[in-house]
């Protein structure tokens, strides 16, 4: 299989590079969109990150436009969106596709790595009731999250309903960031 932080990314300035600047450090994997119901989780991902970043935690936001059309700007309107908006810090990245045919090598290695998701549920069931049925193996909406331990390996998938203040997720995270590799 892949090595997950060897795989090629673009930032979302436009540089050429891949996650393994990040090897050695706790990674929160997040698809973004800046005009789906869930965009208010800018916030909480981006206090999430300047809390925890001095230990070794980075959020990587990946914008994808795979959802009832949610994230249609360019690279740079993006980036202006979410820096002015939501003041976010953390790494983000070229926009990219989380499902479908061209889904990005990245996420075929999240999608197909296994793990189940935390959280699933409430989510699901309201997009299944509106008509968005969803293949467990695929991204289910804007702003499901993988974390990736210090070794480079997926530890967790949260659904998308999962907030960067849930429980389930701050001890996940805070469980990989005690482990030293």
């Known amino acids: 299989m892949t090595d997950l932080l060897d795989i090629p990314v673009k930032t979302v300035q436009g540089r050429e590079?891949?996650?393994?600047?990040?090897?050695?450090?706790v990674l929160l994997i997040v698809n973004v969109a800046s005009k789906c119901g869930l965009t208010v989780q800018y916030e909480g991902l981006e206090k999430l990150y300047a809390d925890k970043r001095e230990r070794g935690f980075v959020v990587a936001g990946f914008p994808a436009n795979d959802f009832k059309g949610q994230e249609p700007g360019?690279?740079?309107?993006?980036?202006?969106f979410c820096t002015s908006t939501f003041g976010v810090?953390?790494?983000?990245?070229?926009?990219?596709?989380?499902?479908?045919?061209?889904?990005?090598?990245?996420?075929?290695?999240?999608?197909?790595?296994?793990?189940?998701?935390?959280?699933?549920?409430?989510?699901?069931?309201?997009?299944?009731?509106?008509?968005?049925?969803?293949?467990?193996?695929?991204i289910l909406w804007n702003f499901e999250k993988f974390l990736v331990g210090?070794?480079?390996?997926?530890?967790?998938r949260f659904a998308p309903?999962?907030?960067?203040?849930?429980?389930?997720?701050?001890?996940?995270?805070?469980?990989?960031?005690?482990?030293?590799n």
Do not use: C, W
């Not at 590079?17 to 450090?25: A, N």
């Not at 210090?150 to 967790?156: L, M």
């Open 89 to 138: 810090d953390f790494p983000m990245f070229s926009k990219i596709s989380v499902k479908g045919p061209d889904k990005h090598p990245l996420y075929k290695t999240l999608t197909s790595s296994g793990v189940e998701t935390t959280g699933e549920g409430p989510m699901r069931e309201r997009l299944k009731g509106a008509g968005f049925a969803g293949d467990d193996s695929e």
């Open 17 to 25: 590079t891949t996650l393994g600047e990040y090897r050695g450090q």
């Open 74 to 80: 360019t690279d740079a309107e993006i980036l202006d």
């Open 161 to 180: 309903d999962v907030t960067a203040d849930d429980n389930r997720l701050l001890s996940a995270i805070d469980r990989e960031l005690a482990k030293t």
């Open 150 to 156: 210090r070794n480079g390996k997926i530890v967790a």
